[in-house]
C-alpha cells in the first residue's frame, strides 16, 4: 500500500512571510506552493498544520539563513528554534538545510523571466522555499543511490 503522507514541504522563513513549496507524491520534483504571511508562531503553527494535513505532507524542510561564511547568526537560530517547535507542533520530522544562496537564485531566475511587480517578493520567498526543497529532495536522492550501490 502506498503511504499517503511522502510529500515533503520546503520552507523559506522570512519576517514578513514564509516562502511555501511542496514536493510530489513520490518525493522527487519541487514546486513552489506561495507563500503564508506572518501573523503570530502559534498562528504560522495553524496555518502550516493545516497545509500539512490537506497536502499529505509527511515531512518537513526549513532553509537555514547562515552567514556567507557559514557562520551561525541570529536568524539561522530563530529557523533552528522555529523548526523545533514546528516539529513539535505536527509531530512530523523536521530537516534544517543551508540557504545561503537560495534567495539570490530566485532573484537571478525571476530576473530572466522578466516578472516584475508589487508581489514578486512574495514569488521570491516561494522560489527560494522550492530551492531549498529541491537542493533536500537531490540529496536524499543521492545518499540513496550510495546506500543502494554495491561498494
Do not use: C, Q
Not at 15 to 37: H, N, V
Not at 100 to 116: D, F, H, M
Not at 131 to 145: F, G, K, M, P, Q
Request: charge should be positive; avoid cysteine.
Amino acid at each position: 500500500m502506498r503511504d499517503p503522507r511522502r510529500r515533503i514541504l520546503g520552507l523559506d522563513l522570512g519576517t514578513r512571510r514564509i516562502g511555501l513549496a511542496l514536493s510530489d507524491e513520490e518525493a522527487r520534483i519541487a514546486f513552489p506552493e506561495g507563500t503564508l504571511e506572518r501573523r503570530s508562531l502559534d498562528a504560522d503553527l495553524t496555518a502550516l498544520r493545516r497545509l500539512i494535513e490537506e497536502r499529505g505532507v509527511g515531512r518537513i524542510v526549513v532553509g537555514l539563513p547562515k552567514h556567507l561564511n557559514g557562520r551561525v547568526g541570529p536568524e539561522a537560530e530563530a529557523a533552528r528554534t522555529f523548526a523545533a517547535r514546528l516539529a513539535e507542533a505536527t509531530g512530523l520530522p523536521v530537516d534544517t538545510l543551508d540557504e545561503r544562496w537560495t534567495t539570490r537564485e530566485a532573484e537571478r531566475t525571476l530576473r530572466a523571466s522578466g516578472r516584475k511587480g508589487a508581489r514578486r517578493r512574495a514569488v521570491i520567498d516561494a522560489v527560494a522555499a522550492s530551492l531549498i526543497l529541491d537542493t533536500y529532495l537531490a540529496r536524499r536522492r543521492r545518499l540513496e543511490d550510495e546506500a543502494g550501490s554495491p561498494r
